[in-house]
């Protein structure tokens, strides 16, 4: 399982300024947070082949951080919805591997690939968001995206 430096996504689970417990960098925005797109394999036969395997989004609250003086309620939901996009992705990149990879030998020849493709897709939006959003600043544009991204998750998570 995971240390407790990492928070798996979860629904029901929030965001808050007690999980960015990483040292602020003093020459960069008001926060920053590491999110990743990891798998695991979860069960593999060795007389079949077949392979399951799982993708999560996960927090790394050692390398998040906040600075004091920004840590507000808007700055908190412009993060959250960085770590809800990674969830989004971590579901389409779940469904595209458990169609397309069954067996250890599809795990070898195409994993890579499915993983690279989804995770560049995952990339350019976190930026895009970023861009659009200013950074969480432009709130018009933030409750856009918060309202576009609490309904895709919905829709994926029914």
Do not use: C
Not at 62 to 72: D, M, Q, R
Not at 110 to 138: A, M
């Amino acid at each position: 399982m995971f240390s407790q430096k990492n928070i798996e996504w979860n629904q029901k689970n929030r965001l808050s300024f007690d999980d960015f417990i990483g040292e602020p960098e003093i020459s960069s925005a008001a926060a920053a947070s590491a999110i990743n797109i990891e798998y695991e394999i979860i069960s593999q036969s060795i007389w079949t082949g077949k392979i399951k395997i799982k993708i999560k989004a996960n927090f790394n609250k050692e390398k998040s951080w906040a600075k004091p003086e920004f840590k507000n309620l808007q700055l908190l939901a412009h993060e959250q919805g960085h770590f809800d996009i990674a969830q989004i992705f971590a579901i389409y990149m779940q469904r595209k591997v458990n169609n397309e990879i069954k067996t250890s030998q599809d795990f070898h020849k195409k994993f890579q690939i499915v993983y690279d493709q989804i995770y560049n897709e995952y990339f350019e939006f976190q930026n895009k968001y970023e861009i659009d959003t200013n950074h969480g600043s432009d709130v018009p544009k933030q409750d856009e995206y918060d309202t576009m991204i609490k309904e895709k998750l919905n829709d994926l998570l029914q």
